[in-house]
């Protein structure tokens, strides 16, 4: 079955350090994003990719980094510079960017903490 | 830019009650809309969508039309049942963002 898989399911942080999360779609999907959950909120847009080689960012980027080498993969960064990065991550995507027609996908997330 | 807005929760109610979410958008042109549900732990999914007024989108029970008149797109079920308790969202695409908007979920509790 086609899907997205996002990997590790939870995560922790030390304070100072990087660490990369990993979303995986075997849908052939063009389109994939990376949304930030936080308890009582919305999920608020941090990245998203059109196509292979190209991204863009969301509302809420800074702190975060990304890369869109494989049309499957999306990885995220979470950075030092993101100060409060405890929250809950969903990697997502769609068909093509733009078509209003089409949900997006959500894969099941990971949690972040910071130790 | 486009704006969702639905009820706080969290919503209790007794199997077999009937549930209404509601939820009302702001956007320039036509939106499509679309309800999420998230279980615990989980991702979101899609549980049901429509991209034109008047549409009704239905899916598991559940149901909620594009009103226009009203931009609203309320999520209702004639009769919950246990295994219905998640969150509840209500997401806007397309007009001049480009972009899904979500609204703040609505946690659903259903009790036996």
């Known amino acids: 079955d086609g899907g997205i898989t996002q990997s590790p399911k939870y995560l922790f942080r030390k304070e100072g350090q990087n660490v990369t999360l990993s979303c995986e779609q075997n849908l052939n999907h063009d389109a994939m994003y990376w949304y930030r959950q936080d308890p009582g909120q919305g999920l608020r847009l941090i990245y998203y990719s059109q196509i292979v080689n190209d991204f863009q960012k969301g509302d809420i980027a800074e702190g975060y980094s990304v890369s869109r080498e494989k049309k499957e993969s999306f990885p995220l960064t979470v950075t030092s510079a993101q100060k409060n990065p405890t929250a809950f991550y969903l990697c997502?995507?769609?068909?093509?960017?733009?078509?209003?027609?089409?949900?997006?996908?959500f894969g099941d997330g990971t949690r972040l903490s910071i130790l | 830019g486009n704006s969702v807005t639905q009820m706080e929760g969290p919503v209790t109610l007794s199997e077999e009650a009937f549930l209404t979410i509601n939820c009302t958008y702001t956007a320039t042109g036509y939106p499509s809309l679309f309800w999420y549900v998230q279980y615990p732990g989980e991702g979101l999914q899609l549980l049901l969508k429509a991209t034109k007024a008047d549409d009704k989108g239905s899916n598991k029970g559940f149901e909620a039309t594009y009103r226009k008149e009203t931009t609203s797109f309320h999520l209702e079920k004639g009769s919950v049942q246990v295994s219905d308790s998640a969150v509840y969202f209500c997401?806007?695409?397309?007009?001049?963002?480009?972009?899904?908007?979500f609204g703040t979920g609505t946690l659903l509790a259903v009790q036996p």
């Open positions: 997502a995507s769609s068909p093509p960017w733009g078509d209003s027609n089409q949900p997006q996908h």
């Open positions: 997401a806007a695409y397309g007009g001049a963002t480009n972009k899904l908007i």
